[in-house]
C-alpha cells in the first residue's frame, strides 16, 4: 500500500540520521509492505531552564522532554541539596555506574561544585551531582530539588 507518514520533531530534539527541523513535520513517502517498521532515534540533548516567577535566578535541567530533579536518595552525602549547583551551564550527563532506580532505570550524573560550605564539602569543592526524571523524584520519600541555584553566579546561555 502506498502512503505517506509523518513524523512531527519535538522542538526539543532532532531525528538523528535525517535531516529535519524541531518543530517541523518529517515527510516519508514510500509504498509499504505489511512487515515494514519504522524505528525513530530521537536526540536527548540536555539543556537548561531559565525559572520565571518564584523560581527567577534558579535553573532546572532537562534532558529531552524530561525535567530532571536531584534525589537525596542518590546523592547521600550533599546535604542539604540547595547548597550545589552545575559546574558549568553546558552540563553532560553520563549513566551513573553505581546508582539504578528501584525499575532499574539509569541515574545520571554530571560535576557540580558547592556553593555554600556544608558539613562535607568546602565551599568551591566540586562534587557529583545525581539526577533522575522529575516523574521519579521522591518517590521513596526523600527530599528533591529541581531548582538548584544559578551555575556561574547566574550566567546562564539560552
Excluded: C
Excluded at 531552564?49 to 537525596?72: F, S, T, Y
Excluded at 550527563?93 to 541515574?107: A, E, T
Amino acid at each position: 500500500m502506498k502512503f505517506a507518514v509523518r513524523v512531527r520533531v519535538p522542538a526539543w530534539s532532532s531525528l538523528n540520521g535525517l535531516k529535519s527541523e524541531p518543530g517541523k513535520y518529517w515527510l516519508l513517502r514510500r509504498t509499504w509492505s505489511r512487515t515494514q517498521m519504522i524505528t525513530l532515534d530521537f536526540a536527548m540533548p540536555v539543556r537548561l531552564i531559565k525559572g520565571e516567577g518564584a523560581n527567577a535566578g534558579k535553573i532546572a535541567l532537562a534532558r529531552g522532554p524530561q525535567v530532571m530533579a536531584v534525589d537525596q536518595l542518590y546523592n547521600p552525602d550533599l546535604k542539604p541539596l540547595t547548597a550545589y549547583t552545575l559546574e558549568n551551564d553546558k552540563p553532560q550527563l553520563r549513566n551513573s555506574v553505581n546508582y539504578r532506580d528501584p525499575d532499574g532505570l539509569p541515574i545520571y550524573e554530571t560535576e557540580a561544585v558547592a556553593v555554600q560550605e556544608t558539613e562535607k564539602h568546602k565551599a568551591g569543592e566540586r562534587v557529583v551531582l545525581r539526577f533522575v526524571p522529575f516523574a521519579s523524584a521522591g518517590a521513596h520519600g526523600h527530599e528533591y530539588l529541581v531548582w538548584p541555584p544559578p551555575t556561574n553566579g547566574g550566567a546562564l546561555s539560552s
